[in-house]
């Protein structure tokens, strides 16, 4: 799939530091929400529209892989993709980078389920179409 990409830069909190000196790793899934956040906010500057209430969505699963420690200065971004299309849920994947010397090393990896829910009825509903269309454009 052709899919839509967007890039987030993540902006490091002291309070995101551990005690060893790196991000901890519970932070690694709020910068994906960051990014998955970012990444709607471009679907609808892109022309389409979505009413959050009959139209939203639903975090059913989320994964990590974690590959590098993130430290403090790190100039850090997110990539996010929609990797898979379903008829109510799609998957939204992550690649977490940190500049080195200029060039992006994958700091970790992440994948989560989402599923489309109107939050009036309590139901999951399908996908619009609106979204769809977006999601697979180059």
């Given amino acids: 799939m052709n899919s839509f990409k ?12 551990d005690k060893l000196g790196h991000v901890n790793n519970a932070n690694h899934i709020t910068y994906f929400e960051l990014a998955r956040l970012d990444y709607f906010d471009a679907l609808t500057k892109g022309g389409i529209t979505i009413d959050w209430e009959n139209e939203g969505i639903i975090l059913a699963k989320v994964e990590m892989e974690y590959k590098q420690p993130i430290f403090l ?23 977490i980078v940190r500049e080195v010397n200029g060039t992006e090393e994958i700091a ?7 599923v489309c829910f109107n939050y009036k009825t309590n139901q999951s509903i399908a996908i619009p179409e609106t979204w769809k269309a977006m999601m697979i454009a180059p």
């Fill in 73 to 95: 200065t790190d100039k850090v971004y997110v990539y996010t993709w929609v990797s898979r299309i379903g008829a109510r849920s799609f998957n939204m994947n992550c690649s």
């Fill in 6 to 17: 967007q890039k987030t830069l993540i902006q490091i909190r002291f309070k995101d530091i």
């Fill in 108 to 114: 970790a990896l992440g994948e989560a389920v989402i």
